[in-house]
């Protein structure tokens, strides 16, 4: 999180007020929407005034596109001109940003703000084509797109946006791109609902930095300002991807998506998971199948993106490719047509993962079975393909059976004796330990860490903890870099999924959450240890592990059962 310290207040002297809507303005090649939910990026890191100084920056000129931004749904703004009492619709031109109109105090995740937002843009600034960006927070299928610090941290589910765009007549006028500056939102499901409103989808199957998109992209407008969504969307890639930088420890990526050729996708995965349904079928009421365990082993080992460590890993939203590539040995020919489908979907896409992505992803039930009656209801209502959605129920029903199941992941773990038979895990978990076995410790303090994510450069780790009595996961990066780990910052968990880390600053109160073991029951409950505050900056440093310390195995078997074996 860079930006923010960067604004000046030459910046902020340019954002200029005028009292009245300007007469319509001639048609432009481009009316580009930015529907600016702040929330906490704004409030806490100033993120949203970054990227408002980003566009003011890139020297888009007014003749070649309206650029129409909302601003709201934050509890302040840090920067003099944007008031956080209501909602503004502002107009960008040639290095100013002018108030055009208030909307009162309106709730950013009301399917009506965001109508209004539209309807009011595309009458005002008439264009030759027409974009929308939403920018904050995205959760999914699942969870949605951003919360609206005002009002209870609200946000938009994927019908509550599809009401939004058929309200404000986008089936007739349809968008040429639609984007999300925002977490997980390159799914098939938002695909689906969003490919009667628009041509092209721009946006990320895995988290995103904190800074997000750089919106210098709009300069290439002045050179091309008739280029179409898919030419854009390839331009707003890679200044993303250059931005960061491929060799960043940050998890990046990025899809241009032809919304047209999205419906094939949904089918091909159908016709996949009726067929993997028939592995379910041969079981009994307590006991999974065979054909269970072998579509369960290949769900634990599929690309998901948003995972965190056991206490909170619910997102469950994987890549499609992968996910086909998984059962492509006993399903060939339905993997096929899915992977075939993604690419004549898939128009561009650029990351830095540590295997091949496919550009699209979508909800399939793992880590998130606490929640999982409340998931799938959710899912059904999006009405998606009926034999994928009857897959997840069928596979859910599985994961809450307790069979026997091979190990799916085996991690060497420290324990630290707590009383008889109770031990606490922590340490690094992984499956090889250098020799001289060093434990991490943050200040001090030691924890664990759990493997969450892997990019081309770095293995990310998070660290269950609760700073200034709000539950997170502290990131931890590994790579050539920062071979003893970095610590990234901190992410909420509390709400929809965090775009970039909360830095980790000097007088916050820490404290880790432990995993604890009955080794007489071998059962597993969460204890949170002493709190401490941060007197200088976080930093993770390994010491010999003390001789009274034991080493064991933390097994997890397909169904994400787990389990715990002293050596």
Request: with cysteine; proline share 4%.
């Amino acid at each position: 999180m860079q930006k923010y310290i960067l604004i000046s207040i030459t910046v902020i002297i340019l954002l200029a007020f005028t009292a009245a809507i300007p007469a319509a303005p001639d048609t432009k090649p481009y009316t580009i929407m930015i529907y600016m939910n702040g929330s906490d990026l704004e409030s806490d890191f100033g993120l949203a005034t970054g990227d408002l100084a980003e566009m003011l920056d890139s020297g888009i000129k007014s003749q070649n596109a309206n650029i129409i931004i909302l601003t709201g749904g934050t509890n302040r703004w840090l920067n003099d001109a944007i008031p956080e009492t209501e909602c503004i619709i502002w107009h960008l031109s040639d290095g100013w940003i002018n108030e055009i109109k208030s909307m009162s105090k309106v709730n950013m995740g009301s399917p009506e703000t965001l109508r209004d937002f539209i309807k009011f843009s595309m009458a005002q600034y008439p264009a030759e084509k027409y974009g929308l960006i939403m920018w904050d927070h995205g959760g999914g299928s699942i969870a949605g797109f951003g919360h609206d610090e005002k009002f209870n941290d609200d946000a938009l589910t994927l019908l509550d946006m599809k009401q939004a765009f058929e309200e404000a007549g986008l089936r007739k006028q349809k968008l040429e791109f639609l984007g999300f500056d925002a977490c997980l939102m390159a799914t098939v499901e938002m695909a689906i609902l969003a490919s009667d409103y628009a041509n092209v989808l721009i946006a990320s199957e895995d988290l995103e930095p904190g800074e997000g998109w750089d919106y210098n992209f709009l300069s290439v407008l002045n050179d091309t300002p008739q280029m179409d969504g898919f030419a854009l969307g390839k331009v707003i890639v890679d200044t993303f991807i250059d931005f960061f930088g491929q060799d960043s420890d940050e998890t990046l990526a990025l899809s241009v998506v032809d919304l047209a050729k999205v419906k094939p996708v949904m089918e091909a995965m159908g016709n996949l998971m009726e067929k993997a349904s028939a592995e379910i079928q041969n079981q009994t009421i307590s006991i999974p199948s065979r054909g269970f365990h072998r579509l369960a082993e290949r769900r634990a080992i599929t690309k998901t993106f948003g995972e965190g460590s056991p206490r909170d890993n619910y997102a469950d939203m994987v890549d499609i490719g992968d996910m086909a590539v998984m059962l492509q040995d006993f399903l060939p020919q339905e993997a096929q047509a899915v992977l075939q489908a993604l690419e004549h979907c898939v128009v561009y896409n650029r990351h830095n993962s540590d295997i091949d992505l496919w550009g699209l992803s979508t909800f399939y039930i793992y880590g998130g079975k606490s929640q999982g009656d409340y998931s799938l209801k959710i899912y059904a209502a999006l009405g998606m393909d009926e034999n994928y959605t009857q897959y997840l129920h069928e596979f859910f029903q599985g994961l809450q059976r307790r069979g026997n199941s091979s190990i799916a992941h085996k991690e060497l773990v420290l324990l630290k004796p707590v009383s008889k038979n109770i031990y606490r895990t922590v340490g690094l978990l992984q499956t090889d330990i250098p020799n001289d076995y060093l434990w991490p410790k943050i200040n001090g303090h030691p924890v664990v860490l759990f493997p969450i994510n892997t990019t081309a450069n770095a293995r990310i780790y998070a660290i269950p903890a609760q700073i200034n009595n709000r539950d997170v996961n502290i990131i931890v990066a590994f790579s050539s870099k920062h071979p003893q780990g970095k610590i990234l910052g901190s992410r909420n968990v509390e709400r929809v999924f965090q775009k970039g880390h909360d830095p980790i600053l000097i007088g916050d109160k820490i404290a880790i959450y432990y995993p604890e073991w009955d080794m007489s029951n071998n059962s597993e409950t969460w204890n949170k240890g002493i709190v401490f505050t941060i007197k200088n900056s976080p930093y993770l440093a390994w010491e010999q592990a003390p001789a009274k310390y034991e080493l064991g195995y933390r097994l997890t078997d397909a169904c994400g059962i787990v389990t715990l074996q002293k050596l």
